[in-house]
């Protein structure tokens, strides 16, 4: 299966060259989804202007030219099925990668997205189908909306609850942690020695 990262800022602060224990955050989201035995590749969607800034970083940086990251994916959608993540969760557990990639095979919904108790949607911790994806996300641009998290109401998807996962591996939860701060580098860094 193919793996897609955004790395797409839209907010000044957000930053994922970040270095986390030496490396950009990013790096060790790509080497962390390549881990896991079901990722074969991982494409890293950048904006056109920071490509040379990305590509010191991962091995297959995609520029797109877009305003928003809903707009960038679209540009940027696989002809495959996709492991989607967001270029700062540097914790992607590769045990989970492969779980939910096992799911999706064997269900073959449109999207396979972990959800939280209070109903939350992980939708850059998700597998999507690419066909149902785009049309998701011309149908929420469509509505004037540029979140990301909107996608999840117009797929039919398989939700999985991440605390029913949780309680057989507490390291499941580590997986949706995105680093936005010092002090989640520090976080990030000393969870990373310990795995």
């Excluded at 950048?46 to 970083?57: A, I, P």
């Amino acid at each position: 299966m193919l793996g897609v990262i955004l790395a797409f800022p839209e907010k000044r602060w957000e930053n994922y060259t970040l270095p986390v224990a030496d490396e950009p955050v990013v790096k060790l989201t790509e080497r962390r989804l390549l881990m896991s035995k079901r990722i074969d590749e991982v494409i890293t969607v950048v904006r056109r202007d920071k490509l040379k800034t990305y590509s010191l970083h991962v091995s297959n940086p995609l520029p797109v030219s877009m305003r928003s990251r809903m707009e960038a994916l679209l540009k940027a959608l696989p002809r495959e099925p996709f492991f989607l993540a967001e270029g700062n969760m540097p914790l992607i557990m590769p045990f989970l990668v492969n779980y939910l990639t096992g799911l999706f095979y064997e269900n073959e919904p449109e999207a396979l997205i972990p959800i939280w108790k209070d109903g939350t949607a992980e939708v850059t911790h998700a597998i999507y189908e690419p066909d149902a994806l785009m049309d998701a996300i011309e149908a929420v641009l469509a509505e004037g909306y540029r979140n990301l998290r909107r996608i999840a109401e117009l797929l039919d998807y398989e939700p999985l609850p991440i605390e029913e996962l949780a309680k057989r591996n507490p390291k499941v939860t580590l997986s949706f942690f995105r680093v936005r701060n010092s002090f989640d580098v520090r976080f990030a860094a000393e969870t990373l020695r310990k795995l």
